[in-house]
């Protein structure tokens, strides 16, 4: 499996981004997708998943609301959507793969089975 992200960039505090992350391999659709951040001098932390199926969402307290989940099954592409981008969302973003059953354990990094290469995103004037 390989994941590759993209999308990344500077926008200025307010401004918008979309990740993608398109994904080889098969049985795309059988998995739960999802995206995680670092940022410097920190560890990295959830951001959002998604679930097969009926796709459903979990997002961590600090972009609820701002930033959208979602995924193409068709085109094996999971996508993070980046709305009042503030200073403090800057970081490294990665796509990741094959998740935990339980939402209560996506926030753990080592239950995620596939990293992408992540992609850089920054929050500045």
């Known amino acids: 499996v390989q994941l590759q992200a993209s999308g990344g960039g500077l926008v200025q505090p307010g401004g918008s981004l979309r990740l993608s992350c398109a994904a080889s391999?098969?049985?795309?659709?059988?998995?739960?997708m999802g995206w995680f951040r670092q940022a410097p001098g920190r560890e990295r932390e959830f951001v959002a998943a998604i679930t097969m199926s009926r796709g459903s969402t979990t997002y961590a307290e600090p972009v609820k609301g701002r930033f959208t989940i979602s995924r193409d099954d068709a085109k094996h592409a999971v996508y993070l959507q980046m709305d009042g981008l503030k200073s403090e969302d800057t970081a490294v973003y990665y796509c990741v793969q094959d998740g935990p059953v339980y939402a209560a354990n996506y926030y753990n990094p080592g239950g995620w089975r596939f990293w992408g290469q992540g992609t850089q995103v920054t929050v500045s004037s």
């Open positions: 391999g098969r049985s795309f659709s059988s998995y739960v």
